[in-house]
């Protein structure tokens, strides 16, 4: 059997150490504190507190918290910390000699209470200010770890998506169609842009180098009571054919955009020639991101529609409607001051009127209404948070006739201010768009013009009213052109409210009702129009959906023969290739 060496170091202790630890040993006030404080391995020795390279037990006792009572002094501790008991078993009574010389040799409150100097100043508070916090519950890191990676995946087949803005035919939101206006532009619902697709049925495009392209072709069948929109009297219902065209494109570019939005159109009627007609609308937009603070913008744009046959400016018995067609162009540049923009653009459009063929044979020209409008806009903007933005506008314009004189010999040449101040507005998932109202002066060249001042108001917003709704409101109003003779202009004003709502996500359901009021100036000349529109669309696939629509037209006028009504079905398929 093999027997325990002796400790080599033990001869070398000194009498008087052999002397203090007897002392200790033999002190009944050690194994009394052992069994007022017994020592506990879990929660007093915690080896990643303790002193690299020493006892645990030594560790725990530089600390303080297991030889000073609360509410004790330094010699009560001591005393305390001496006591001995006989509960406490054969470990305890082995360990406290240790402990207790380590307080000793320490300097801690584990002293004699009859000692004195720099060891009665009990530094067991300061050591326990000095020792580790105690452990905390859990990390630091849990909070934000489970805001970012723990949030909820949700599975798109099951989650509405919520529906961009309804839109119709864009009306012009600076210069009103450079003046001109005909009924059907404002009440014509052929062009609306098509709707806000689920992506499970969205088309995905062409890829064509660095730009998408999204084609449709829309072919639809059905009849129109009145498509000469004429006095029913004289209405010549017919078989109505409606073809569609649409080219959508954007850019992929890290920064700038180009894109695109055009759309075009043909009814055709078998049964009543004459009151088949086309119809079209489109602009392109490039923005070209000079720097964080500086924007480039070009625009250009087409309006292409028919003049009705009946209207205060073509009271004649024509055979078909004479078109009437709206190009021009935009060029700004944007500059933001920290929170101000400001911004500058130059305006070109131009309206050219074709021909009229009355029905003996002659031919009414119509040339001396075409027009060119130069204009410069001025726009000025603050942001007082980012959802809303308010801003004044400030609008000139000058609007010169190819001719110098009309066939009545009458100069309509004529220069216009705008005044305007509103808002636009960012309310994510409720409210966008933008507001302005002001005041519009025309000043006309030839004297026999008076001129006018009227309100404008400009006004689209968009109300998601709830995941599967979406409401759009537009309201425009302006001083359009007339050859009205003894009348400077016409106070046109129009408004549109749709509601879209999915029934599923590949069924919509659309309804919409607009009004125009035309007002002659000087002249006895009223027009008060109606509009209203349901639609269906259910999606089969990505490139095919069925589409169904009624539209419902009506323009009452004060002059004799030129109200009418029209009743207009259909019933088409659309294909996205």
Do not use: C
């Not at 991101?289 to 003049?307: A, P, S, Y």
């Amino acid at each position: 059997m093999t027997r325990a060496a002796p400790n080599p170091g033990w001869p070398n202790r000194s009498l008087a150490g052999l002397a203090v630890t007897a002392a200790l040993v033999l002190s009944p006030g050690t194994l009394r504190a052992q069994t007022q404080f017994p020592f506990n391995p879990g929660r007093d020795a915690r080896p990643d507190e303790a002193i690299p390279g020493a006892n645990p037990f030594l560790a725990n006792g530089l600390r303080g918290n297991t030889f000073t009572a609360p509410g004790t002094t330094g010699t009560d501790a001591t005393r305390s910390g001496a006591s001995d008991s006989p509960t406490s078993g054969e470990n305890t009574g082995a360990r406290s000699p240790t402990r207790a010389l380590a307080g000793a040799r320490s300097g801690s409150a584990t002293v004699f209470s009859g000692t004195s100097g720099a060891n009665n100043r009990a530094p067991t508070n300061l050591l326990r200010q000095r020792a580790a916090p105690p452990r905390r519950l859990g990390s630091a890191t849990v909070r934000p770890t489970r805001a970012v990676t723990q949030t909820i995946a949700y599975d798109l087949r099951l989650t509405p998506v919520v529906r961009n803005p309804v839109v119709g035919v864009p009306l012009p939101t600076l210069l009103p169609a450079a003046g001109v206006q005909t009924p059907g532009f404002f009440l014509g619902t052929a062009l609306r842009r098509p709707l806000a697709i689920d992506e499970a049925y969205a088309p995905l495009g062409i890829k064509v180098g660095t730009f998408t392209v999204l084609p449709a072709v829309q072919q639809s069948v059905g009849y129109d009571s009145n498509p000469d929109q004429i006095n029913n009297r004289f209405a010549k219902p017919s078989l109505a054919l409606r073809t569609d065209g649409e080219l959508l494109f954007r850019s992929d570019w890290s920064s700038s955009e180009l894109s695109g939005d055009l759309r075009g159109g043909y009814s055709d009627y078998p049964d009543n020639k004459g009151a088949s007609r086309p119809n079209g609308v489109g602009a392109t937009r490039l923005r070209v991101d000079v720097n964080r603070d500086t924007r480039v913008d070009v625009e250009g744009r087409f309006v292409l529609d028919t003049q009705r046959a009946g209207t205060p400016d073509l009271a004649a018995a024509v055979t078909s409607r004479p078109l009437v067609s709206t190009y021009g162009t935009t060029f700004g540049v944007t500059e933001r001051f920290n929170r101000m923009q400001v911004s500058v653009r130059g305006l070109f459009d131009r309206s050219e009127f074709e021909d009229a063929q009355l029905a003996g044979g002659a031919i009414l020209r119509q040339s001396d209404r075409n027009q060119n409008q130069f204009g410069v806009q001025l726009r000025a903007g603050y942001e007082i948070s980012p959802v809303i933005t308010p801003f004044v506008d400030v609008l000139a314009d000058n609007r010169i006739y190819d001719m110098r004189v009309d066939s009545t010999g009458i100069r309509r040449d004529s220069d216009g201010l705008t005044l305007s101040g509103g808002a636009t507005f960012a309310l994510a998932r409720f409210v966008t768009g933008e507001v302005s109202v002001g005041l519009q002066h025309r000043t006309y060249v030839d004297p026999s013009l008076r001129d006018l001042t009227a309100p404008v108001v400009n006004a689209a917003l968009t109300w998601f009213a709830s995941p599967l709704t979406t409401v759009r409101f537009s309201a425009l109003t302006g001083v359009t052109e007339t050859t009205v003779v003894g009348s400077s202009g016409v106070l046109t004003q129009s408004a549109t409210l749709e509601v879209q709502h999915d029934l599923l996500r590949n069924l919509s359901l659309i309804g919409g009702i607009s009004v125009l009021s035309n007002d002659y100036d000087r002249v006895n000349i009223n027009e008060r129009g109606f509009s209203a529109t349901a639609r269906l669309d259910y999606r089969f696939n990505r490139w095919l959906a069925m589409r169904g629509s009624y539209i419902y037209q009506r323009l009452d006028s004060s002059v004799s023969g030129s109200s009418f009504h029209a009743n207009t079905f259909l019933l088409g398929l659309r294909i996205n290739p």
